[in-house]
Nanobody, 122 residues
Framework: QVQLVESGGGLVQAGGSLRLSCAASGRTFSNYFMGWFRQAPGKGREFVARISRYGASTNYIDSVKGRFTISRDNAKNMVYLQMNNLKPEDTAVYYC???????????????WGQGTQVFVSS
């Protein structure tokens, strides 16, 4: 089992920045690929970004490329999502998730946090 707890969400104006954090506990953190997903009101959960076990490889959806950066600190069992130049369409509940492979689909991640709300005002 892996337990995940997100933090760092909040209200920000368009063009602003937020840094989301996800604290992991349980099994060896470096065994897992880590992903960030989001769910906007009335929509399904979508993949945002993922990072490989030791951070050498990252992957993003097109709409956040150049604005969001995923990173991890295995010594602290933490994964982060730095979000810059935020837009109203980034408004969503953001979730971190853990998987044993390099996946972009929600169903491939067995472990999830409870989510943190991000609201971007125009």
């Amino acid at each position: 089992q892996v337990q995940l707890v997100e933090s760092g969400g909040g209200l920000v104006q368009a063009g602003g920045s937020l840094r989301l954090s996800c604290a992991a506990s349980g099994r060896t953190f470096s065994n897992y690929f880590m992903g960030w997903f989001r769910q906007a009101p009335g929509k399904g959960r979508e993949f945002v970004a993922r990072i490989s076990r030791y951070g050498a490889s990252t992957n993003y959806i097109d709409s956040v490329k150049g604005r969001f950066t995923i990173s991890r600190d295995n010594a602290k069992n933490m994964v982060y999502l730095q979000m810059n130049n935020l837009k109203p369409e980034d408004t969503a509940v953001y979730y971190c998730a853990a998987a044993l492979g390099a996946f972009n689909t929600e169903a491939s991640y067995p472990y999830w946090g409870q989510g943190t709300q991000v609201f971007v005002s125009s």
